[in-house]
């Protein structure tokens, strides 16, 4: 499954951890991530994440293309609820075509904890019921 990473400045430690727990989960599948998140995410776990732009720089907008074109099954992103972001439209942009194209979001680590163990138990293979549109096929 292609699974997207992203976490705002102050929840990128709270994503370093996450990450590092599942790590022999998430190693099976396709890791993507916004620049800095990615960055740090290779750094520290030993993962291979496909790294695209930095958030503020066009980063939300491309993981909201992958979402759109199909290739994205789980995003998990941490975000920080309590900081004014300058790109806060491509933020609510990627969270709004998820919902367009029924990919399961998780915002926060409480969310994403069930997604993930949901993953593990084979909760997420209704996904393959999906075309590459992301529709019902
Ligand atoms: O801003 C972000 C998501 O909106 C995250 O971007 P970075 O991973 O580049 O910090």
Redesign the pocket.
Known sequence: MNIAL????KK?EDMIRFVQAYKPLLSNHVLH????????LETETGLSINKH?????G??QQIGSLAASGKLDLLI?F?DPLEA?P?EP??TA?LRICDVHNVPAATNMATAEVLVNGLEQGLMDFRDLYGSEGDVT
């Open positions: 992203i976490a705002h400045d990128k991530a916004t620049g800095t998140t990615g960055m740090r732009l930095s958030g503020p720089l980063g939300d992103f975000r972001q790109h491509d933020i990627l």
